[in-house]
């Protein structure tokens, strides 16, 4: 088979981690006799450099007509001034919006070689399984009035959370979807308690699950998950969230896999289904880590990772997919660590030695 995938390496570290990546995918393309077309394109500070905007045009026709997008990460310390008026961030959240993606998945597992990497005591985090449903392309990241400005008495600024009907229901449908094919357990977050939008959110969920009789729906705030994430995390299998409230939960959530970089991301912009391919952004959900880049230090797991998410959601590669987590397994279990995850007595490498060991256990 041959598919055609943009290949966005980003600001910082994500040239090295998109380059591990793409000798993985290569091998998995060799190995089953598929053909993967790589398209290198620019984005995020890297883009605002060569082009003047985060997001160049060319970029976004080739992203539309590809099969699926991986990407590095985007953000530089030089754009972080407040009045900066274009910030390489405005190129991800313009290409999840104009690409329609959205909703974001981010399974956090904690792998048994890795229980040690974490901060949480080991009888809280062995055993931890669940996915993070992140609601991408609405409330406050994209909602208007969305502007600062200067009154007699200072500067004043406003973001607007906004949410509708369909847009909260097409997220949760996602959340039902999968944890019907799971432990059939879903939590829905909110702030029903204090905001408009989660009360709409939490009605739009309770009719929803009228659909889905097979699955255990709770409603939980989104204090009390930020807690019970560190306190239980073996509560949750299936969350899902809207945007804001799922950026910063799924960071949290990060800590319990021993790194963030061992957290995949993938943003769909259909229900996943299986047997059912869609467009999707794939990208570790860590940042640009501009202090570690060139130092061939970084760790390329979650990107890879990704990668296997774009096989199975955008390729319908399950086997593949399955081998390249495989893979990950064995070379973690023969004791290979990045700086992140290196614990005592075992063997440190940096992003393309990681990288090619992956490879070679595919």
């Known amino acids: 088979m041959k598919f055609h995938i943009v290949v966005l390496p980003g600001d910082g570290i994500g040239p090295e981690i998109t380059g591990a990546t793409v000798d993985v995918l290569q091998t ?17 500070g890297a883009a605002i450099d060569a082009t003047g905007v985060p997001l160049p045009p060319n970029v976004l026709k080739m992203s539309r007509k590809s099969d699926a997008v991986l990407m590095g990460a985007v953000g530089d310390p030089k754009f972080d001034a407040p009045g900066t008026k274009v910030r390489p961030e405005d190129g991800i959240l313009a290409l999840r919006k104009k690409l329609e993606l959205f909703a974001n998945l981010r399974p956090v597992k904690t792998l048994p070689m890795l229980v040690n990497a974490t901060n949480l005591k080991p009888e809280v985090v062995e055993g931890v399984d669940f996915i993070f449903v992140r609601e991408l392309t609405g409330g406050l ?39 019907r094919g799971r432990q059939k357990k879903l939590v829905s977050v909110d702030k029903a308690n204090v905001l408009e939008c989660s009360r709409l959110w939490r009605q739009v969920a309770t009719e929803l699950s009228k659909s889905y009789p097979d699955v255990e729906l709770e409603h939980m705030l989104v204090d009390a998950t930020s807690m019970r994430l560190i306190q239980n995390p073996k509560h949750f299998d299936v969350i899902v969230s809207e945007n804001t409230f799922g950026d910063i939960l799924t960071d949290e959530a990060s800590m319990l896999a021993g790194s963030m970089g061992m957290l995949p991301s993938a943003s769909l912009a259909g229900v996943p289904q299986e047997g059912v391919r869609t467009l999707g952004l794939y990208e570790p959900a860590h940042g640009s880590a501009p202090r570690r880049a060139g130092l061939n230090m ?22 593949e997919a399955q081998a ?6 064995d070379v973690l279990n023969e004791g290979y660590r990045t700086y992140d995850i290196m614990d005592e007595g075992k063997k440190q490498v940096g992003t393309r030695e990681m990288g090619e060991l992956v490879a070679g256990k595919v």
């Not at 208007?144 to 004043?156: E, M, N, S, V």
């Not at 990668?307 to 955008?314: D, E, F, G, P, V």
Request: proline letters at 5%.
């Open 324 to 329: 390249v987590e495989a893979a990950v397994i």
């Open 141 to 179: 990241y994209f909602g208007r009035p969305k502007k600062r400005w200067q009154t007699p008495k200072g500067w004043r600024a406003v973001d607007t959370m906004t949410y509708s009907e369909p847009e909260i229901e097409r997220i949760v449908r996602v959340g039902f979807e999968l944890a």
């Open 298 to 319: 970084a760790n390329p797991i979650a990107t890879i990772l990704s990668m296997a998410m774009m096989l199975r959601y955008s390729c319908g590669l399950d086997r």
């Open 28 to 44: 998995v393309g060799k190995k089953y006799g598929h053909t993967f077309e790589l398209y290198h394109g620019l984005i995020g």
